[in-house]
């Protein structure tokens, strides 16, 4: 018989799991199954707990059977529930015996919640995956998602005697043929596209290496501010998020008000870039952007932006330059951007040891994480929202969503590298290695408390990707000037609302070296709102911290290697 020794036992294991993750979409049916044994374990030994669960739905059902007696005869009977579900908050929802749906919802949300959290003995983690599977599945059986059980599609296929649903059909017949028909893009977002519509803001690329294209763009002013601003986006997006359509763009909108701006475009990787790693991020990506920079611009300053994980990867090059006594950084600024991850919101459901094991495997056999893993994880944090409301509205009530620049851009996804990706989601998201004082670059260890420079953090109140309470715990790791803004919005819209956004607000507030610490519920509190975009704010504040206007430096400089080698955007951004 022949013996196999360890290494050929590890590729045995990898291709099985590999084979699994793929059947599983990535997600671990293990993990799920160890929370779900780990809740019905430590329910099953609490009677208390038990008693008070058959109590609460008992009650539930009772003013359930009550409001739904009294909701027949007065229309606006009072709901026992605090709340309602989104999608069932119109007038039509409001009659019976759809409010009494609507109402049963909500409750066995209600109740379903009692039940996933708080057992006592079960882990966190396990508490929250438990809770949101129930929730995924409660999210599916709305009733807004069904005809039947849905007013408005019954008022709509009554009205038009059933012409909605043989349009939705015909919406659903050409989403599946989308890949082939549209190059992968949804129909609806074909109408934009990069370097016509999309990020035409004009400039130049004047570096370009294996990972990165930096792309400078022209000034529009006569006099600028002597230190540029290079703006670091997340990998998991294509770059022009900030460079939407001519009204929709903070980097139009920075260089109209004298600033010199640049911006990282990530290379899109494939199966040849699998062992790129997260330092190589930091030493391809913004550490040789700075360099030109720098080269281009005489040796100035530098504001430095981040956004997303850009700002993760920022934070992590601004405490190596400050380790390092690197002085190159006049500010840095941080939007939706995490430095603490021990409440990292919902994204957190799924990273676990066990997920993130099957997520490799799917990434070692590949190369890379596909984007339409990283877009269903996404969207699943908010299904109801983002999956549902879209279906009903597009397949039900046969209506054509009109298309916009921000549409275009989510369907416009990225890969994560192997290596890379498996670092950071292990070393950051589930080991917190950066607000501990663990992680490395260099082999060294690097600490956010050493930057010394002023940073501008922004959070947007209902970011379901990286939580404003979870932006915030950078003010908790440093002991710089440190100004916090959280406006309203999510992820992706509370950054991208600019001036011509109406009805936004954001509240601001500056903390100074030797400040108390405040925490978020009080900063909240305290905090009045100020109406408008915070766009405004944040330039007034590079103003402030900007030592000079000078005359615009010239696009490269290509006598320190740094010439213009094509038009913006850039080749980067097609990958």
Partial sequence: MQLIDESQAEIMDREFRSMLARASKGMSPLEL??????????????????????????????????YSLKSMIKKDAQRPSSGVERRMSSEDW????????????????????????????????????????ADQVLDLLSPANYPLTNPEVLKATWKEKGRNLRRGVTHFVKD????????????????????????????????????????????????????????????????????????????????????????????????????????????????????????????NKIHAVGYCIGGTLLSVAAAAMARDGDDRLQSVSLFAAQVDFTEAGEITRFISA?????????????????????????????????????????????????????????????????????????????????????????????????????????????????PWKSVYKVAGLTHNELTFALTSGGHNAGVVSGPQHPRRRYRIHQRNPGDNYIDPDTWMADMEPNQGSWWPAWSAWLDARTSKTIAPPTMGAARRGYKALRDAPGEYVFG
């Avoid at 019905?40 to 038990?50: E, F, M, N, Q, W």
């Avoid at 670059?441 to 408390?449: A, D, I, L, M, N």
């Fill in 354 to 466: 066990s997920q993130l094991s099957f997520l490799e495997k799917i990434m070692w056999k590949r190369g890379y994480l596909g984007s339409e893993n990283m877009g269903g994880a996404f969207s699943a944090l908010r299904a109801s929202d983002l999956i549902y409301a879209g279906m009903v509205e597009r397949y039900l009530m046969g209506n054509e969503s009109q298309p916009n620049d921000l549409m275009s851009w989510n369907a416009d996804g990225t890969r994560m590298p192997y290596q890379m990706h498996s670092e950071y989601l292990e070393k950051l998201y589930l080991n917190n290695e950066l607000a501990t004082n663990k992680f490395t670059v260099g082999g060294r260890v690097v600490s956010v408390s050493d930057i010394t420079v002023p940073m501008f953090v922004l959070g947007t109140e209902t970011d379901h990707v990286a």
């Fill in 176 to 299: 599946q043929m989308a890949d082939v028909l549209n190059n992968g893009l949804p129909e609806n977002t074909s109408a934009f596209k990069v370097g016509e519509n999309l990020a035409i803001t004009p400039g130049k690329v004047v570096f370009q290496n294996s990972l990165i294209e930096l792309i400078q763009y022209k000034p529009v002013t006569e006099k600028v501010g002597a230190e540029p601003v290079l703006i670091t986006p997340a990998w998991i997006m294509k770059y022009y998020i900030l460079d939407l359509s001519e009204h929709n763009s903070l980097v139009k909108y920075l260089t109209e008000q004298g600033k010199t701006v640049f911006i990282i475009s990530w290379k899109n990787p494939t199966e040849e870039d699998k062992f790129v790693s997260f330092e190589d991020y930091v030493e391809l990506g913004i550490m040789a952007a700075m360099n030109a920079v720098s080269a281009v611009c005489g040796g």
């Fill in 33 to 66: 199954s160890l929370a779900t044994l780990d809740w019905v374990s430590h329910l099953a030994i609490s009677p208390g707990k038990r008693t008070l669960l058959v109590q609460s739905f008992v009650q539930k059902l009772g003013k359930l059977g009550l």
């Fill in 94 to 133: 409001q009659r019976w015996p759809f409010n009494v749906l609507a109402e049963a919802h909500q409750s066995s949300k209600d109740w379903l919640k009692e039940a996933t959290l708080g057992v006592e003995g079960v882990r966190k983690e396990h508490e929250i995956l438990v809770h949101a599977a």
